[in-house]
């Protein structure tokens, strides 16, 4: 794999990869929020650039068919360390600075989540009416209201599992949310009531839009997240006397029960 990366063109050797690498483990890590949320299939391959979809038969016997294949898509973002600073490195005191690295990582994990987010917007089969986010009560009522929709819809009783769900907002939304208080003097905080609802928790990400929420059942049976090549960098070569490095990773968001997501707005 090293050879198709061409990391061995790089002007450094394997401290300076071990360095480059952990920032971008480090970023991914803090910064991801779809993979916090799914469970992930894989790392599979670079050479993996499809999945397998699933259905499922729900009257007789229950079993699962595939009913298509999912195209992985590549995912990439570039940055550059320039040979003025490599050489700074190598004959000072100070460390080669990683902040292009992790500009780039950061980008690469907003594409994700960007992907993912907007993959279960478009594939959701329920919605709901978000209430009155601005009064006590108004959140708690329109979750509960979704959480007895998927039941209605298959997703728990007799078809699954009903929980636990997860909740993910803008932070913005998550302000509002967290901002009301139910019950006078010594009430119980909404943010607290929803969460006991939900039993899966509340995330937030920039990538959701304001005046959205998204709540789903995410059991792996329902939906996951399915990576060929995990985040990895590439030496591209020279511009000038620089070097130009890419970071990309193969990556699909897999719905398998669409019923299993609702989107209030």
Known sequence: MSELLMRDA????????????????????????????LDMVGPLGWGVDQAPLFEFESDGVAMAEVSGYLQLQELQEEF????RHLAMSDQTPFKLDLGA?????TRLAYQEDAMILNGLMEQAELFDDLGDWGEPNGPFSAIARVIAKFEEAGVGGRYGVAGPYTMILSPMMYARLASLMYGQGFGRREVDMVESLLGGGIYTTTRMPDGKALLLSPQPWNMDIVVGQDAVTACLGNEGIDHL??????????VNRPAAICVLS
């Open 101 to 105: 690295v992790a500009i780039a990582a």
């Open 10 to 37: 790089a002007p450094f050797g394997d401290e300076v990869w071990a360095a480059i690498d952990g920032m971008v483990v480090d970023v991914l890590q803090k910064t991801l929020v779809g993979r916090k949320v």
């Open 245 to 254: 490095f890419r970071l990309f990773e193969t990556v699909a968001l897999r």
């Open 80 to 83: 550059m360390l320039k040979a």
